[in-house]
């Protein structure tokens, strides 16, 4: 469950969100919501912010002569957006991350579009060196509302098992 209460005194409750290293499963899928529809301000302020120089992001001329006929949304804003996503279901408890493999673009995003993400746990094992904790690969795609898938990846990380994770000992 990726949602939990933990009562902290009589009456009194503390929002706990993400999974500990316990509660994945391989094969388990993860629907992650909500959904963000894509701005034109998003997409050009991340370009900007990002210094990506290339016009497919921004200018409307220049992408009119494109394939496209239209602006791109910057890949790497969909990728962040994505792994965004993902983060309160799969690594919001996460100590670390520990790699990022096989990330593929394979359709294109454009201004209007709203996208989904899902993971899937592909694997997990106890943390030889440290512990009280996990490593998890999880696989995400990420889907536009029509269904299209137009990204995925995989992703390791470092996560507690339930009794060692920072969360529950600070008082904050």
């Given at each position: 469950?990726?949602?939990?209460?933990?009562?902290?005194?009589?009456?009194?409750?503390?929002?706990?969100?993400?999974?500990?290293?316990?509660?994945?499963?391989?094969?388990?899928i993860?629907?992650?919501?909500?959904?963000?529809?894509?701005?034109?301000?998003?997409?050009?302020?991340?370009t900007?912010?990002?210094?990506?120089?290339?016009?497919?992001?921004?200018?409307?001329?220049?992408?009119?002569?494109?394939?496209?006929?239209?602006?791109?949304?910057?890949?790497?804003?969909?990728?962040?957006?994505?792994?965004?996503?993902?983060?309160?279901?799969?690594?919001?408890?996460?100590?670390?991350?520990?790699?990022?493999?096989?990330?593929?673009?394979?359709?294109?995003?454009?201004?209007?579009?709203?996208l989904?993400?899902?993971?899937?746990?592909l694997?997990?094992?106890?943390?030889?060196?440290?512990?009280?904790?996990g490593i998890?690969?999880?696989?995400?795609?990420?889907?536009?509302?029509?269904?299209?898938?137009?990204?995925?990846?995989?992703?390791?990380?470092?996560?507690?098992?339930?009794?060692f994770?920072?969360?529950?000992?600070?008082?904050?």
């Amino acid at each position: 469950m990726s949602y939990k209460s933990k009562e902290i005194e009589p009456n009194r409750f503390r929002e706990s969100i993400g999974r500990f290293y316990d509660d994945f499963e391989v094969g388990h899928i993860y629907e992650h919501r909500p959904g963000r529809t894509i701005t034109e301000t998003d997409n050009i302020w991340f370009t900007n912010l990002t210094m990506n120089t290339h016009p497919i992001h921004f200018d409307v001329a220049y992408a009119s002569k494109s394939e496209f006929k239209k602006p791109l949304v910057n890949s790497a804003l969909t990728l962040s957006m994505v792994a965004g996503m993902s983060v309160s279901d799969t690594s919001q408890k996460a100590i670390a991350n520990l790699g990022w493999n096989d990330i593929k673009l394979v359709a294109p995003v454009f201004v209007g579009d709203t996208l989904y993400a899902e993971s899937k746990v592909l694997s997990k094992r106890e943390s030889k060196s440290r512990k009280g904790q996990g490593i998890v690969k999880i696989k995400t795609i990420g889907k536009k509302d029509d269904g299209t898938i137009f990204m995925e990846y995989e992703r390791t990380f470092l996560v507690p098992k339930e009794g060692f994770s920072v969360d529950e000992k600070a008082n904050y």
